[in-house]
């Protein structure tokens, strides 16, 4: 599980689409404030497919930053 702190662009010269998951999202109040948390979970095939796979986090600061990334690729208003 990890708090996002911060987004860096990276450059990258090979992209592969990932098989399609859901995501499971909850937020709570934490000592510093709001947070978003998004969990993904094993696909059926795995051995324990209903075993949190990766937890992310997102506070206010990096969901806005986050927000802006979207706005800016998918030109989200």
């Known amino acids: 599980m990890a708090l996002i ?3 860096v662009r990276q450059d990258k010269e ?3 689409v ?3 998951i859901e995501a499971h999202v909850c ?3 934490a000592e510093g404030g709001r947070v978003l948390q998004i969990d993904t ?3 059926g095939t795995r051995a324990n497919p209903h ?3 990766q ?3 997102l506070d206010r600061r990096s969901a806005g930053q986050l927000y802006e ?3 800016a690729e998918f030109g989200f208003k």
């Open 18 to 20: 990932h098989e399609a």
């Open 27 to 29: 937020s709570f109040e």
């Open 5 to 7: 702190e911060n987004f």
């Open 14 to 16: 090979r992209f592969k």
């Open 55 to 57: 937890s992310v986090q």
């Open 51 to 53: 075993k949190i796979s």
């Open 69 to 71: 990334i979207l706005k």
């Open 41 to 43: 979970y094993g696909r």
